[in-house]
């Protein structure tokens, strides 16, 4: 096996660096830790915080890379498949491998569409193909389905029945000893945390996940589309491109708009002058229009450097790096003019004149005293404009400017069932997984914004 | 409260169309032109030109072949394809004549033929459409020829010019256009074509743009005058009579006369069309057309609607009386002998999405339809014989279906300059070979286009001269003859093939690397990604791992202009029902790279290429034959394409649209339809009852949502002012 | 007051200077005037004759930036740039590339574009005003809750959900509006109910919890207390006071909004087939009609110019102590 890392893991690890030092500076600082504990306190808060770990869980496990040694070696050296995979796809090696040949149903046995069979004895019929996979232990006529899918069910139901227990149980023990809880107290949501209903949707996910994966390996949870392919599969897979466009995008866009915003409030003057005009004309272009042209160019590079990508992979991955730039060009002026709005009255402040003052340079100030005290609105900007992103994926992937075609995401699938809604009879699943699944993270990232700005913004309450 | 009144307001407005009988709501169409004999029909794509010297694509000949008038046509009904006269008395024979001038008997070999003529006499008494162009005051002035800018002021349509004129054709007008080709404003795409053949056009060209350029220093929009030059190689006999001289010997040149770039066009057009001001109101030639067809376009908003309503002084055009023995039985000989056209009005509505196409056919608003592959199920089933048949569904509403092999192609090629696939050594031959037994176009087919279309053995598709059915025309490199039918190889033996070409297990045999391919395509949208998923699953079957490049088309058209691609698809669509048509895909002075031919794969044999120079000049018959089987006989050992297949098109038609037979090379098939409106407006009717529970009941449920909510006023509204007594 | 306006007017002209700049140098970067040539000519037999040809008949066979040979100041006029640029600014937007000319598109194709714009943008902000209202009566009570979870839910939905499933529920299953397409005249009506409903529901969500929040920071305000304390109505507190002081916030940051309706939507124009300048600015990105996309820009930063003007000016209006300088 053999780590490959991609562009947009590398910067998902970062993302992830930065998070673990901003919790390991906030711990310690009862003003930063203070807005944190607002939001904890939410239910509806904390039940988004863990749905969206679920998500987050997933998209990391997507973001880990590695190609795969050919099974077939000659001695000596070892050749690597060119098929990068990540520890996701591992996980969901039956769904990947389970490829029909066309379109068919959640939890079905035969294929959606007739055709023409031809039969042992040379005759040839039209009826329902048997699907490879799905419920394959039933035989060709597939008999004792509906105990089957109980069966499963219930294996599923029991299995999530006992992890939730044995959790709630080490939870209790642990708050027990370590925060004097009784579980009774608990119960009565008398605890600083919403303890019920972070345990209630843990709850809930367990059953979900421990289901998937008792029905996933033997039938096709969310039928398959058009060539075969799971729609579970696609749709898990679409995650880490959900994730990736909501984050990436503004973790790009932010140091821009960081300095550029600051320094236009700090300096004012010439400076501010030639960052409005920047931000100005930027904004007066209609967005798609920029993204579109963006794209092209972007292709262009692409092609230039088309040596550097020798995997599909790889070159939808710089694809989606590249659309995450610009969609931080085209994004990083709100906040750009937002900040420069902040820095401008901060710079009023006694202590940022004291400063000056005192001559300390320019960059100790802005650094020390005005990057700080600017971070709530990075903070409630960044968590608004995520979910934002994720629905923008979709459009754009109906203009034709979206990520590569051949990555797994909520837009492609979108945009392929549009096709399918005009069938008869109706091939609805794709639709209703691609929605389903945007839904849960938009609905989530939507809720958990809200409880970031309420506990962060000075002019709320 | 609100949202409940926004609903009761929105229900009694929905009624009312309802209360004022029983016309369907969903009518796209206006009240106006109900129950008239209107022909209902689509264009998918806004039309760039009009302008018969410019317009090559199909959608824009599906306007311009209704309303100009090439000296030939294919008849309608006949297959395979015909050519017989339209404007024309009969089908113009060429002369020969060699070097010296001297003229040739008919059956001299090629290489003698130094020049051939064509001596086309026209009918008399045909007569152009009405136009301000033709217009001419009492002394007999062109009325518009001299517009200053105070009357141009008032014009914003054709339709603002009061006076109409007219005049008969002449042959002038057909050496007129063909001038035209050479046009340095216009972009003749078969100029660089024709330049080749018709004597005297090159040089044409070159004088026409040396006198714009002078005649332009000045005045940018100068009207160039093509009257004032003669060309040689196409001159006016009599008023009626005109001759095109051509280099050499072209056989295929007849097919040319039967389409739009050899119609006639009037100079008083040109002129008219010339003067300043007219462009910026839109109002060119490349937008209104001038014609003698049975038709003319009264509309032109390629944004929305194209209107074509019957022309006046058209001469009239009898409905042929002999088809194809089938023809009677269809109903397609009904007509027979009846005056054409018998539609007075086409209108095509933009239709960019094939979702609402199909819904709106369904709903009777368009009069025919194709299948899309997603729509496929809802409207065919194919019978235990593999026949296809309409569902059920479609059948309730006397919707009819034809099929039609396309005569296209559709292939994968292979660059023949790459250094891994290219190139005529055995060892690509077997590489090239064993990737066309793995691509699995028969699978293809039945995911991607429901069974419609064949695989293909070749480069010429069935209908086109050179085609041979059965175990004759087999492909024997990837297909095997079985129980009557083609049978792709086993997918061994395309293992055993890549092992030979030196790469066992997709692996390089000397330095063990895996075989890495890359596919280059401009394919995006919904489909694309399932096709590109597939496809990489065909070559994974024999380890042979594919890099997609997906690009856009612009881009890709450069890489196949640099020759830079390796495999990629693309396709051909006939200009006309000859070999050569496909044939010269295949050679290698028609190259892409470098030579900017249509030649995508760079394919270069030079005993094809002989071959090739051989056929082309030869008559249908057994010798032709032979020729072109040698030919595909090497073409198939070189395995240049994966051959891909030839798309078949199904085609419905609703049971008020008759005479509707698929023509694909004829482009002026309008004029042969006929639609019972009275029909038409009955079943529209029948379709369309709109269905209203669905929205009270969401009404119902949102008043049942408010319940709370008028509780909580209640309670809040009386709260204050029990405080304040108390 | 009119020297402000004049000022930001001649402010406007370098920004759409360098609006032009910067779409030239993307769209450049990509697509040479060969890559256009070719596209606009078609698939069959194009010769490089006719690709020079098609450049000089459009003007695209000059440098694009900088012309050397060029006497004078030749060097700057005689560019692509200059010659396809600087009429804009005159709002001359010259022919498309497919040769007809883009000022009598964009006149035809306005109309649609405002038909269906205007009324979204109008009913829109009736019923989210309405809808916030109501949440803001309702305020701390379960009604208000369940309301904004209603909000973020319609919210979290993607504008492509709401489009094709009610285009498949209206239009295909309940035959009450033609599927798509477009007439002018009243005509319109029917083509118009359904993108009209869709695009008002698609934005209540935001719209609603955004007009929310101001109407609940005005009931914070000491004023609204006073007047509750002198014992006035819940109601009459609520319209006399809230509604009238929270609309100035709202319709002045709705001004910035008004000259952009012009552009029209692009999506829901596309899907329902409406003529207006939505799809014809997507047709362009589509077929890479540079000379289209141009113009659509160039009005597009134009208009958006304007509604920042109108914001500073409806500011003035509503209230006397703003006053530009």
């Known amino acids: 096996?053999?780590?490959?890392?991609?562009?947009?893991?590398?910067?998902?690890?970062?993302?992830?660096?930065?998070?673990?030092?901003?919790?390991?500076?906030?711990?310690?600082?009862?003003?930063?830790?203070?807005?944190?504990?607002?939001?904890?306190?939410?239910?509806?808060?904390?039940?988004?915080?863990?749905?969206?770990?679920?998500?987050?869980?997933?998209?990391?496990?997507?973001?880990?890379?590695?190609?795969?040694?050919?099974?077939?070696?000659?001695?000596?050296?070892?050749?690597?498949?060119?098929?990068?995979?990540?520890?996701?796809?591992?996980?969901?090696?039956?769904?990947?491998?389970?490829?029909?040949?066309?379109?068919?149903?959640?939890?079905?046995?035969?294929?959606?569409?007739?055709?023409?069979?031809?039969?042992?004895?040379?005759?040839?019929?039209?009826?329902?193909?048997?699907?490879?996979?799905?419920?394959?232990?039933?035989?060709?006529?597939?008999?004792?389905?509906?105990?089957?899918?109980?069966?499963?069910?219930?294996?599923?139901?029991?299995?999530?029945?006992?992890?939730?227990?044995?959790?709630?149980?080490?939870?209790?023990?642990?708050?027990?000893?370590?925060?004097?809880?009784?579980?009774?107290?608990?119960?009565?949501?008398?605890?600083?945390?919403?303890?019920?209903?972070?345990?209630?949707?843990?709850?809930?996910?367990?059953?979900?996940?421990?289901?998937?994966?008792?029905?996933?390996?033997?039938?096709?949870?969310?039928?398959?589309?058009?060539?075969?392919?799971?729609?579970?599969?696609?749709?898990?897979?679409?995650?880490?491109?959900?994730?990736?466009?909501?984050?990436?995008?503004?973790?790009?866009?932010?140091?821009?708009?960081?300095?550029?915003?600051?320094?236009?409030?700090?300096?004012?003057?010439?400076?501010?002058?030639?960052?409005?005009?920047?931000?100005?004309?930027?904004?007066?272009?209609?967005?798609?229009?920029?993204?579109?042209?963006?794209?092209?160019?972007?292709?262009?590079?692409?092609?230039?450097?088309?040596?550097?990508?020798?995997?599909?992979?790889?070159?939808?991955?710089?694809?989606?790096?590249?659309?995450?730039?610009?969609?931080?060009?085209?994004?990083?002026?709100?906040?750009?003019?937002?900040?420069?709005?902040?820095?401008?009255?901060?710079?009023?402040?006694?202590?940022?004149?004291?400063?000056?003052?005192?001559?300390?340079?320019?960059?100790?100030?802005?650094?020390?005293?005005?990057?700080?005290?600017?971070?709530?609105?990075?903070?409630?900007?960044?968590?608004?404009?995520?979910?934002?992103?994720?629905?923008?994926?979709?459009?754009?992937?109906?203009?034709?400017?979206g990520v590569d075609p051949t990555m797994n995401s909520w837009g492609n699938m979108i945009n392929s069932a549009r096709l399918e809604l005009a069938r008869e009879p109706l091939v609805w699943w794709p639709l209703a997984a691609a929605f389903v699944f945007m839904f849960a993270l938009v609905l989530a990232a939507n809720l958990f914004a809200d409880a970031v700005r309420d506990a962060f913004d000075p002019r709320a309450e | 409260m609100i949202r409940l009144m926004r609903i009761l307001a929105i229900v009694p407005v929905l009624w009312l169309p309802a209360g004022c009988g029983k016309t369907p709501w969903n009518d796209p169409y206006p009240e106006a032109e109900r129950g008239q004999n209107i022909l209902y029909s689509v264009f998918s794509e806004r039309p760039k030109h009009l302008d018969p010297a410019q317009s090559y694509a199909s959608n824009e000949v599906t306007f311009i072949g209704q309303i100009y008038e090439p000296p030939l046509q294919y008849n309608y009904l006949k297959r395979p394809y015909t050519l017989e006269p339209l404007t024309a008395r009969e089908l113009p024979q060429p002369r020969f004549y060699d070097k010296q001038g001297k003229q040739l008997p008919q059956d001299a070999a090629p290489a003698q033929v130094a020049m051939s003529e064509y001596e086309i006499s026209i009918r008399p008494g045909i007569l152009y459409q009405p136009h301000p162009a033709f217009a001419r005051d009492a002394q007999g002035r062109l009325r518009y020829h001299d517009l200053n800018a105070a009357e141009l002021d008032k014009i914003n349509t054709l339709s603002?010019?009061?006076?109409?004129?007219?005049?008969?054709?002449?042959?002038?007008?057909?050496?007129?256009?063909?001038?035209?080709?050479?046009?340095?404003?216009?972009?003749?795409?078969?100029?660089?074509?024709?330049?080749?053949?018709?004597?005297?056009?090159?040089?044409?060209?070159?004088?026409?743009?040396?006198?714009?350029?002078?005649?332009?220093?000045?005045?940018?929009?100068?009207?160039?005058?093509?009257?004032?030059?003669?060309?040689?190689?196409?001159?006016?006999?009599?008023?009626?009579?005109?001759?095109?001289?051509?280099?050499?010997?072209?056989?295929?040149?007849?097919?040319?006369l039967a389409m739009p770039f050899f119609a006639p066009v009037p100079w008083e057009a040109d002129r008219f069309y010339a003067q300043p001001g007219m462009q910026a109101k839109n109002l060119l030639l490349d937008w209104y057309p001038v014609g003698t067809g049975p038709y003319l376009l009264s509309r032109n908003d390629p944004n929305k609607q194209m209107v074509l309503v019957k022309n006046p002084n058209f001469r009239g055009e009898r409905y042929p009386a002999e088809g194809e023995a089938d023809d009677r039985a269809q109903g397609l000989l009904a007509d027979a002998g009846k005056t054409m056209p018998f539609v007075d009005k086409a209108v095509y509505s933009l239709e960019k999405e094939d979702i609402p196409y199909w819904n709106k056919f369904l709903q009777g608003y368009y009069d025919a339809s194709g299948i899309s592959s997603d729509t496929f199920d809802q409207a065919v089933k194919v019978g235990a014989q593999g026949e296809a048949a309409l569902t059920p569904d479609l059948q309730q509403k006397d919707i009819r279906l034809v099929t039609t092999v396309a005569t296209t192609i559709s292939y994968m090629g292979f660059n023949m300059q790459d250094p891994v696939v290219g190139g005529l050594s055995e060892r690509a031959r077997k590489l090239r070979r064993a990737?066309?037994?793995?691509?699995?176009?028969?699978?293809?087919?039945?995911?991607?286009?429901?069974?419609?279309?064949?695989?293909?053995?070749?480069?010429?598709?069935?209908?086109?001269?050179?085609?041979?059915?059965?175990?004759?025309?087999?492909?024997?490199?990837?297909?095997?003859?079985?129980?009557?039918?083609?049978?792709?190889?086993?997918?061994?033996?395309?293992?055993?093939?890549?092992?030979?070409?030196?790469?066992?297990?997709?692996?390089?045999?000397?330095?063990?690397?895996?075989?890495?391919?890359?596919?280059?395509?401009?394919?995006?949208?919904?489909?694309?990604?399932?096709?590109?998923?597939?496809?990489?699953?065909?070559?994974?079957?024999?380890?042979?791992?594919?890099?997609?490049?997906?690009?856009?088309?612009?881009?890709?058209?450069?890489?196949?202009?640099?020759?830079?691609?390796?495999?990629?698809?693309?396709?051909?669509?006939?200009?006309?029902?000859?070999?050569?048509?496909?044939?010269?895909?295949?050679?290698?002075?028609?190259?892409?790279?470098?030579?900017?031919?249509?030649?995508?794969?760079?394919?270069?044999?030079?005993?094809?290429?002989?071959?090739?120079?051989?056929?082309?000049?030869?008559?249908?018959?057994?010798?032709?034959?032979?020729?072109?089987?040698?030919?595909?006989?090497?073409?198939?050992?070189?395995?240049?394409?994966?051959?891909?297949?030839?798309?078949?098109?199904?085609?419905?038609?609703?049971?008020?649209?008759?005479?509707?037979?698929?023509?694909?090379?004829?482009?002026?098939?309008?004029?042969?339809?006929?639609?019972?409106?009275?029909?038409?407006?009955?079943?529209?009717?029948?379709?369309?009852?709109?269905?209203?529970?669905?929205?009270?009941?969401?009404?119902?449920?949102?008043?049942?949502?408010?319940?709370?909510?008028?509780?909580?006023?209640?309670?809040?509204?009386?709260?204050?002012?029990?405080?304040?007594?108390? | 007051m009119?020297?402000?306006?004049?000022?930001?007017?001649?402010?406007?002209?370098?920004?759409?200077?360098?609006?032009?700049?910067?779409?030239?140098?993307?769209?450049?970067?990509?697509?040479?005037?060969?890559?256009?040539?070719?596209?606009?000519?078609?698939?069959?037999?194009?010769?490089?004759?006719?690709?020079?040809?098609?450049?000089?008949?459009?003007?695209?066979?000059?440098?694009?930036?900088?012309?050397?040979?060029?006497?004078?100041?030749?060097?700057?006029?005689?560019?692509?740039?200059?010659?396809?640029?600087?009429?804009?600014?005159?709002f001359q937007f010259g022919a498309a590339d497919d040769g007809r000319d883009i000022g009598q598109d964009i006149k035809t194709r306005m109309w649609p574009s405002l038909v269906l714009a205007v009324p979204v943008f109008l009913i829109g902000l009736l019923v989210n005003i309405t809808f916030a209202l109501i949440l803001a009566f309702f305020r701390a009570t379960y009604i208000d809750f369940g309301g904004v979870v209603l909000c973020v839910a319609m919210m979290s939905i993607s504008g492509m959900f709401y489009i094709i499933g009610g285009q498949f529920l209206v239009s295909k299953l309940l035959h009450l509006v033609p599927i798509s397409g477009y007439q002018g005249g009243w005509d319109a009506f029917k083509f118009l109910v359904l993108p009209v409903a869709i695009g008002v529901i698609g934005g209540v969500g935001s719209g609603t919890r955004w007009y929310r929040t101001i109407f609940l920071e005005e009931i914070g305000k000491d004023y609204v207390r006073t007047a509750r304390a002198k014992g006035l109505a819940e109601r009459v507190v609520l319209f006399r006071h809230v509604l009238r002081n929270a609309l100035i916030p709202i319709l002045t940051g709705a001004v910035v909004v008004i000259p952009t309706l012009f552009m029209g939507s692009l999506i829901a124009e596309s899907f329902f087939g409406i003529p207006g300048l939505g799809s014809y600015t997507i047709d362009a990105i589509r077929s890479q009609d540079f000379a289209i996309v141009h113009a659509m820009v160039f009005l597009g930063s134009a208009l958006y110019i304007l509604g920042l003007l109108l914001t500073d000016v409806a500011y003035t209006l509503v209230d006397p102590r703003i006053r530009l300088a």
Request: charged share 20%.
């Open chain 2, 435 to 726: 990737i066309s037994i793995a691509v699995d176009y028969e699978e293809f087919i039945s995911i991607f286009r429901n069974g419609r279309g064949i695989a293909a053995q070749g480069p010429i598709p069935p209908g086109i001269f050179g085609y041979v059915e059965g175990a004759a025309g087999l492909n024997h490199y990837v297909y095997d003859w079985v129980n009557h039918h083609a049978q792709r190889k086993p997918i061994n033996e395309a293992k055993r093939l890549l092992a030979e070409a030196g790469y066992p297990n997709g692996r390089d045999a000397q330095s063990g690397k895996p075989l890495l391919l890359h596919f280059d395509t401009a394919a995006t949208g919904p489909d694309a990604k399932s096709r590109l998923e597939w496809l990489s699953k065909q070559l994974q079957k024999i380890d042979i791992q594919l890099v997609i490049r997906a690009t856009d088309y612009n881009r890709f058209q450069d890489k196949m202009l640099k020759g830079d691609a390796q495999l990629f698809e693309w396709g051909w669509n006939a200009d006309y029902p000859d070999p050569e048509n496909f044939l010269f895909l295949l050679y290698g002075p028609n190259k892409k790279a470098g030579l900017n031919g249509e030649n995508a794969a760079n394919y270069d044999n030079p005993e094809f290429n002989r071959l090739f120079e051989q056929m082309k000049n030869m008559d249908n018959g057994p010798a032709r034959q032979q020729v072109i089987d040698a030919m595909l006989a090497v073409a198939r050992r070189d395995a240049p394409w994966v051959w891909g297949y030839v798309p078949q098109s199904y085609a419905l038609y609703h049971s008020w649209y008759f005479n509707a037979k698929p023509n694909l090379m004829a482009n002026n098939g309008l004029k042969y339809l006929r639609v019972d409106s009275k029909l038409r407006e009955q079943k529209r009717t029948q379709w369309n009852q709109p269905r209203l529970w669905p929205l009270l009941l969401i009404g119902l449920v949102l008043l049942l949502a408010l319940a709370p909510a008028w509780w909580v006023w209640r309670k809040k509204l009386y709260a204050p002012a029990r405080g304040a007594e108390s």
């Open chain 3, 2 to 90: 009119i020297a402000y306006l004049l000022r930001r007017m001649l402010y406007a002209i370098p920004i759409l200077l360098g609006v032009n700049v910067f779409i030239f140098i993307l769209f450049f970067a990509v697509n040479s005037p060969d890559n256009m040539a070719r596209i606009q000519l078609g698939m069959k037999h194009v010769t490089p004759d006719a690709v020079a040809k098609w450049k000089h008949e459009h003007g695209y066979d000059r440098p694009l930036f900088f012309n050397g040979p060029a006497p004078g100041a030749g060097k700057f006029t005689e560019t692509v740039f200059f010659h396809k640029a600087v009429p804009m600014f005159a």
């Open chain 1, 1 to 401: 096996m053999k780590l490959v890392f991609l562009q947009t893991d590398i910067l998902i690890y970062c993302l992830l660096l930065v998070i673990g030092l901003y919790i390991w500076r906030a711990r310690g600082k009862a003003h930063l830790a203070a807005p944190w504990r607002k939001v904890a306190r939410r239910p509806a808060a904390m039940a988004s915080a863990m749905v969206l770990l679920a998500f987050v869980i997933v998209g990391l496990l997507d973001s880990v890379h590695f190609r795969e040694p050919l099974s077939n070696q000659k001695p000596g050296v070892t050749e690597y498949s060119l098929e990068i995979v990540s520890l996701l796809d591992k996980l969901l090696t039956p769904l990947r491998k389970h490829n029909e040949k066309t379109y068919s149903a959640p939890l079905a046995t035969r294929l959606f569409a007739m055709e023409t069979i031809e039969q042992p004895d040379g005759r040839i019929a039209r009826a329902y193909p048997r699907l490879q996979y799905g419920g394959a232990e039933l035989g060709a006529t597939p008999k004792g389905y509906a105990r089957d899918i109980g069966r499963l069910t219930l294996k599923g139901t029991l299995l999530a029945l006992l992890l939730w227990l044995a959790l709630t149980t080490a939870l209790s023990t642990w708050l027990t000893q370590h925060r004097n809880l009784g579980w009774r107290a608990l119960w009565r949501g008398e605890a600083e945390l919403p303890w019920r209903a972070i345990l209630f949707t843990l709850g809930v996910l367990l059953w979900l996940v421990c289901v998937t994966w008792a029905i996933a390996p033997h039938y096709h949870l969310l039928g398959t589309d058009k060539v075969g392919q799971d729609v579970l599969y696609q749709a898990l897979k679409s995650i880490r491109t959900g994730l990736v466009i909501g984050t990436l995008t503004t973790l790009v866009m932010l140091p821009f708009a960081l300095w550029l915003g600051v320094m236009a409030g700090y300096f004012k003057g010439w400076v501010d002058d030639v960052i409005q005009y920047i931000y100005t004309t930027l904004n007066s272009i209609p967005g798609v229009l920029l993204i579109a042209a963006a794209v092209l160019m972007m292709q262009v590079y692409m092609d230039i450097h088309k040596d550097a990508y020798n995997s599909i992979t790889e070159r939808a991955d710089v694809r989606l790096l590249l659309l995450c730039l610009i969609l931080g060009v085209t994004s990083w002026t709100g906040l750009c003019r937002l900040l420069r709005g902040e820095t401008l009255k901060l710079t009023e402040m006694e202590y940022v004149q004291a400063a000056q003052a005192f001559g300390v340079s320019h960059w100790k100030i802005m650094s020390r005293h005005i990057l700080p005290n600017v971070m709530h609105i990075v903070l409630i900007t960044v968590t608004l404009d995520f979910s934002a992103l994720v629905l923008a994926e979709a459009v754009l992937a109906y203009v034709g400017v």
């Open chain 2, 160 to 256: 603002d010019f009061k006076f109409t004129g007219t005049r008969e054709l002449t042959a002038d007008d057909y050496v007129y256009e063909i001038k035209r080709l050479a046009h340095p404003r216009l972009n003749s795409p078969i100029f660089g074509l024709m330049a080749d053949y018709i004597i005297g056009l090159k040089e044409y060209g070159t004088l026409l743009s040396k006198q714009d350029k002078l005649l332009r220093q000045n005045n940018a929009a100068a009207y160039l005058d093509l009257n004032r030059y003669p060309l040689a190689g196409a001159e006016v006999v009599d008023r009626y009579t005109y001759r095109v001289k051509l280099k050499g010997k072209y056989p295929q040149f007849v097919y040319w």
